[in-house]
């Protein structure tokens, strides 16, 4: 797929600038926040807490932009800030290339996710405010993650949910249960 030049700004120096990268204009809003997400990671600290501020404003944010507003605390320190930013970005990043029915090395990159538990929580806070469930816009990936970290949270979150799905994926979803807690 070939992107619109003007979907994205490559340096983004305003909150507009991040907002349009992290949900895109045109495209669907999950590859809107992988293809946009990869230039706002090393954007200053007040860049992160307007931003924030903003997409708290917003009745319209998608998933992915809403879980990562969700798992940032802008009370930290300018550097806990940024490095928690750009880690949720990553980690958030990871669930656009994995499958939870693919190789180990997916899975463990699934479960590492599930091991980062402020953006579990962002995770199923952005789920929470999708008062109906569109089966179409369901994500395995978040699933699997969210089934993995564990939590009595997340675990509800996933069965609210995993009803919506076929009995062979959510075979392959079980296998990721608590997975993130295992030593």
Request: hydrophobic share 40%; charged share 30%; with cysteine.
């Amino acid at each position: 797929m070939e992107l619109m030049e003007e979907e994205f700004v490559k340096r983004p120096k305003t909150i507009e600038d991040v907002i349009r990268c992290l949900n895109g204009v045109v495209m669907d809003p999950s590859i809107a926040f992988y293809e946009g997400s990869k230039f706002c990671k090393n954007i200053p600290a007040e860049l992160i807490k307007g931003t924030i501020n903003s997409l708290s404003e917003k009745l319209d944010v998608p998933r992915y932009a809403l879980a990562l507003m969700y798992s940032i605390d802008a009370e930290e320190s300018d550097e806990e800030l940024q490095e928690n930013w750009r880690r949720n970005i990553d980690d958030l990043r990871v669930l656009y290339g994995t499958s939870p029915k693919g190789t180990a090395r997916q899975a463990e990159k699934l479960i590492n996710v599930g091991r980062n538990t402020r953006l579990v929580r962002g995770m199923c806070k952005a789920l929470k405010s999708e008062i109906e469930i569109d089966r179409r816009a369901i994500e395995p990936t978040w699933l699997a993650v969210l089934y993995a970290e564990g939590s009595e949270q997340s675990v509800a979150e996933f069965k609210r949910i995993v009803n919506f799905l076929k009995p062979e994926t959510v075979a392959h979803l079980e296998r990721y249960s608590g997975k993130a807690n295992a030593i």
